[in-house]
């Protein structure tokens, strides 16, 4: 088992509440904020972190919902991936694929 970090990082750990980090990592995020609606009048409020993480892929989050994926452009591809993820309807799912696919390029390795 991993000794935490002597820092004072971890000061709240327990006896009863022993937990092994597998990372913890802080690195500098860029973040994209847009909001649209598009023919389906539905309304998107997206934060979308790009990060030298996950292999070049962006963190997607719905601002609305909560909800939140990593999203590379073999995703978008995916059938029905976007439906599922977040929620939405056929048509919905479309107008977000298609704002993505302009932003999301290719995936990279940096993270090996």
Do not use: C, W
Not at 10 to 39: C, H, W
Not at 49 to 61: P, Y
């Amino acid at each position: 088992m991993m000794k935490p970090p002597t820092d004072g990082r971890f000061k709240r750990m327990t006896a009863a509440n022993q937990l092994d980090f597998l990372y913890d990592i802080t690195e500098e995020t860029s973040t994209r904020f847009v909001s649209f609606v598009g023919p389906s009048v539905k309304r998107f409020d997206l934060a979308i972190i790009s990060t030298a993480r996950f292999f070049g892929k962006k963190l997607v989050a719905d601002l609305q919902t909560g909800k939140t994926a990593i999203l590379g452009p073999d995703d978008l591809k995916e059938e029905e991936y976007l439906e599922h993820i977040y929620q939405l309807a056929t048509d919905e799912a479309e107008e977000l694929r298609a704002f993505l696919s302009e932003i999301i390029g290719d995936i990279s390795f940096t993270d090996i």
